[in-house]
């Protein structure tokens, strides 16, 4: 698929994505080496992202388990749909002989298959993208789920057997580490931690993904999330933060930050209503004051 690590790098640019050379090495071993990605960081930085491009650069298709707490088997794996079972047992004790009402009803056509199992479809012409998104939601005893399917891409169901992938699928794991992910899981992957990125590299994702704003209002809306982020709050805002907030500037109208249009927008970059009452006022002023002097 891939014979350097710069073509990683290239496919990613194509489809809008800035990656450092740690995560294109690390995407470039995965797929080299049938391995899942574990992408830790703070939330916005560009990890569920990565599952995205994947599927549009390959034209694969992308199943996506949003992890939750509570999360369990029949929710993520598969489970058996037992209302068809029981309709099927009706309509044959419905016939002369009835001796084998529960004959074959525990097979593939009665099977309810969650995405994990939907992943190691025999049906897939091609690998499809499996992202296991926000593990560290989901509770601790959930991850053994996954340890068969991380090292044999391979499900077994105690009725029907092990059912393996004709196409092992890419699997992208996200954790934005709110708890610690058990040693056993990383092992079976390729690990990359996702940092906020540098001045530099957010600008250029800025002016990516939002080309209509001007280079001097990115400049300054990337300098002002950058600064914000070494404040002491309760939610640092992401990537994912900066690019709302550049094309809300957009929309706005706004050519040069003030602090009137700041304190309006602040919704757009912090999430939490004691973050925004904290940073409105004076170390908007204050920011705002430094960005404009650096421009």
């Given amino acids: 698929m891939f014979n350097h690590v710069d073509d990683v790098t290239e496919l990613l640019q194509q489809h809008d994505y800035v990656a450092d050379v740690g995560l294109s090495t690390g995407l470039f071993l995965a797929l080299k080496m ?60 419905a016939q002369a002989d009835s001796s084998n009402v529960t004959d074959d009803i525990f097979t593939e056509s009665f099977l309810l298959k969650r995405p994990l199992l939907q992943a190691i479809d025999s049906s897939h012409d091609v ?78 994702i800025v002016l990516l993904k939002q080309p209509h704003i001007k280079q001097t209002l990115a400049e300054q809306a990337v300098a002002f999330v950058q600064m914000i982020r070494a404040e002491e709050l309760y939610k640092a805002p992401g990537v994912a933060e900066t690019l709302d907030w550049a094309e809300a500037l957009g929309h706005l109208n706004t050519n040069i930050l003030d602090a009137s249009v700041v304190n309006a927008t602040l919704g757009l970059i912090l999430k ?24």
């Fill in 34 to 93: 049938n391995k899942a990605i574990f992408l830790e960081g703070e939330p916005g930085v560009g990890k569920t992202e990565i599952a995205k491009v994947l599927s549009r650069a390959f034209s694969a298709p992308l199943i996506r388990l949003q992890c939750y707490e509570g999360l369990d088997i029949n929710h993520a794996v598969y489970e058996w749909n037992y209302s068809r079972q029981l309709l099927e047992i009706q309509a044959r004790q």
């Fill in 127 to 204: 690998s499809p993208i499996l992202l296991i998104d926000e593990l560290d939601r989901a509770d601790e005893e959930f991850e053994s789920f996954l340890l068969e399917l991380l090292s044999d891409f391979q499900i077994t169901i105690p009725e029907l057997g092990t059912l393996r992938a004709e196409h092992k699928p890419i699997i992208i794991i996200t954790s934005n580490r709110t708890r610690e992910i058990h040693d056993a899981l990383k092992r079976r992957c390729i690990y990359h931690w996702i940092d906020y990125p540098t001045f530099e590299k957010e600008l250029e």
């Fill in 272 to 295: 939490y209503q004691d973050d925004v009452d904290r940073v409105r006022g004076t170390i908007v002023e204050r920011t705002l004051e430094r960005v404009l002097d650096a421009s």
